[in-house]
């Protein structure tokens, strides 16, 4: 009895579904129909009238359009032209800006520790290649113990004491630290298993940027005049081809002749037919 009346639901659900597609359908089609029909008896209307013009009133209509239609080419190639100018000058100024910041660009980080073309942060403090020789160091427990010992003696307490009870055991052969010295602080990091790689690249990467800061300033300065030169260039080139474009449109805007002949043509005619029309 219940699978009945389940079906039998199903049955007058589909039937109810298949109604409303009938319906939607014949909407639709409708709709097509009464547009098809609105676009003929635009189309229609529009030759009839234009059939229905004199010869002068027919040389009106199409100057007007042919007007209109330059125009309206002329203002879009316009619009196209500057926008097409909008990326390319944005490029040229993105890479003004690099430009001014060579020298004081991030190179990369290991841990906490920060590494700037001109400078260094830790967790101790930051320090300016400028200002003083820096060098960092990746090495054994024991290694560093034996020929650091100056500058570990300057390291946080609780890592350096670790660091040296390490480098009096077996495993001070095996146990890696980077070293970052610098007149002001020293920084003492223990790596971990899988870490040496790392750390060796940023220690080289360190040492690098401390022994190369003297030739960022003469680098950023032809740099940032190439770029500027570059952005010159690029607004330049700009300009013209806005300007060239706006002449353009100024000019086909001025071009009235055949509009005005057509217009003056019209006129009369539409004078003289206000005039002879009875009181």
Same mark, same amino acid.
């Given at each position: 009895?219940?699978? #009945?009346?389940?079906?039998?639901?199903?049955?007058?659900?589909?039937?109810?579904?298949?109604?409303?597609?009938?319906?939607?359908?014949?909407?639709?089609?409708?709709?097509?129909?009464?547009?098809?029909?609105?676009?003929?008896?635009?189309?229609?209307?529009?030759?009839?009238?234009?059939?229905?013009?004199?010869?002068?009133?027919?040389?009106?209509?199409?100057?007007?359009?042919?007007?209109?239609?330059?125009?309206?080419?002329?203002?879009? *190639?316009?619009?196209?032209?500057?926008? &097409?100018?909008? %990326?390319?000058?944005? *490029?040229?100024?993105?890479?003004?800006?690099?430009?001014?910041?060579?020298?004081?660009?991030?190179?990369?980080?290991?841990?906490?520790?920060?590494?700037?073309?001109?400078?260094?942060?830790?967790? %101790?403090?930051?320090?300016?290649?400028?200002?003083?020789?820096?060098?960092?160091?990746?090495?054994?427990?024991?290694?560093?113990?034996?020929?650091?010992?100056?500058?570990?003696?300057?390291?946080?307490?609780?890592?350096?004491?670790?660091?040296?009870?390490?480098?009096?055991?077996?495993?001070?052969?095996?146990?890696?630290?980077?070293?970052?010295? *610098?007149?002001?602080?020293?920084?003492?990091?223990?790596?971990?298993? #899988? #870490?040496?790689?790392?750390?060796?690249?940023?220690?080289?990467?360190?040492?690098?940027?401390?022994?190369?800061?003297?030739?960022?300033?003469?680098?950023?300065?032809?740099?940032?005049?190439? &770029?500027?030169?570059?952005?010159?260039?690029?607004?330049? #080139? %700009?300009?013209?081809?806005?300007?060239?474009?706006?002449?353009?449109?100024?000019?086909?805007?001025?071009?009235?002749?055949?509009?005005?002949?057509?217009?003056?043509?019209?006129?009369? *005619?539409?004078?003289?037919?206000?005039?002879?029309?009875?009181?």
């Amino acid at each position: 009895m219940r699978e #009945d009346g389940v079906v039998g639901s199903r049955e007058l659900l589909g039937g109810v579904m298949s109604q409303t597609a009938i319906i939607v359908l014949v909407v639709v089609g409708v709709v097509a129909v009464l547009a098809v029909a609105a676009y003929i008896w635009v189309v229609v209307g529009k030759r009839r009238r234009i059939a229905a013009m004199t010869p002068e009133e027919r040389e009106f209509h199409e100057a007007k359009k042919q007007y209109d239609e330059a125009v309206a080419l002329a203002e879009k *190639t316009l619009k196209t032209t500057v926008e &097409a100018w909008i %990326q390319p000058v944005k *490029t040229a100024e993105s890479a003004l800006a690099d430009a001014h910041t060579i020298g004081t660009r991030s190179l990369g980080s290991y841990e906490n520790i920060r590494l700037f073309e001109d400078h260094v942060e830790t967790p %101790q403090g930051a320090f300016r290649f400028e200002n003083g020789s820096v060098e960092a160091t990746v090495d054994t427990a024991s290694n560093l113990a034996e020929s650091k010992e100056g500058a570990l003696s300057r390291a946080d307490q609780p890592v350096f004491e670790e660091l040296v009870s390490r480098s009096s055991r077996p495993e001070g052969a095996l146990s890696q630290y980077l070293l970052i010295e *610098t007149p002001i602080f020293v920084t003492l990091v223990a790596l971990g298993a #899988d #870490d040496e790689a790392d750390a060796r690249q940023f220690s080289l990467s360190v040492n690098g940027a401390a022994t190369s800061v003297a030739g960022h300033e003469a680098s950023r300065e032809l740099a940032v005049a190439n &770029a500027q030169a570059d952005l010159d260039r690029v607004r330049a #080139d %700009q300009e013209a081809a806005v300007a060239s474009a706006q002449t353009e449109l100024d000019a086909v805007r001025a071009d009235t002749q055949r509009l005005d002949a057509a217009r003056g043509a019209v006129e009369p *005619t539409t004078a003289d037919s206000a005039g002879s029309a009875p009181v």
